[in-house]
Nanobody, 114 residues
Framework: VQLQASGGGLVQPGGSLRLSCAAS????????MGWYRQAPGKQRDLVAI???????RHTGSVKGRFTISRDNAKNTVYLQMSSLKPEDTALYYC?????????WGPGTQVTVSS
């Protein structure tokens, strides 16, 4: 499988972005998927998880601001990010949950700055 994250960019504080994770080569519909992020100089952290039955969990710092979702017909997982803060600046990745080291892609950069 290939997991391609996209949709990042430069956004002002308070703005919104929607990240996409398109899977190819294998269906992810029966897999738990996660979004992760790594800020400069920090470790990669889990941001959100979604299970095959669409149950989701978001980590404390993004609760109420980010929403993970999936479209099995498109074999894609999304991360809707709202009320973005400078501390959300990071490289964002998608992977299985728990992550499979083979499938870390290049990620997509999100920069929150005025």
């Amino acid at each position: 499988v290939q997991l391609q994250a996209s949709g990042g960019g430069l956004v002002q504080p308070g703005g919104s972005l929607r990240l996409s994770c398109a899977a190819s080569g294998s269906s992810i519909s029966m897999k738990s998927m996660g979004w992760y992020r790594q800020a400069p100089g920090k470790q990669r952290d889990l941001v959100a998880i979604i299970t095959p039955d669409d149950s989701s969990r978001h980590t404390g710092s993004v609760k109420g601001r980010f929403t993970i979702s999936r479209d099995n017909a498109k074999n894609t997982v999304y991360l809707q990010m709202s009320s973005l803060k400078p501390e959300d600046t990071a490289l964002y990745y998608c992977n299985y949950f728990p992550p499979d080291e083979r499938y870390w892609g290049p990620g997509t950069q999100v920069t929150v700055s005025s």
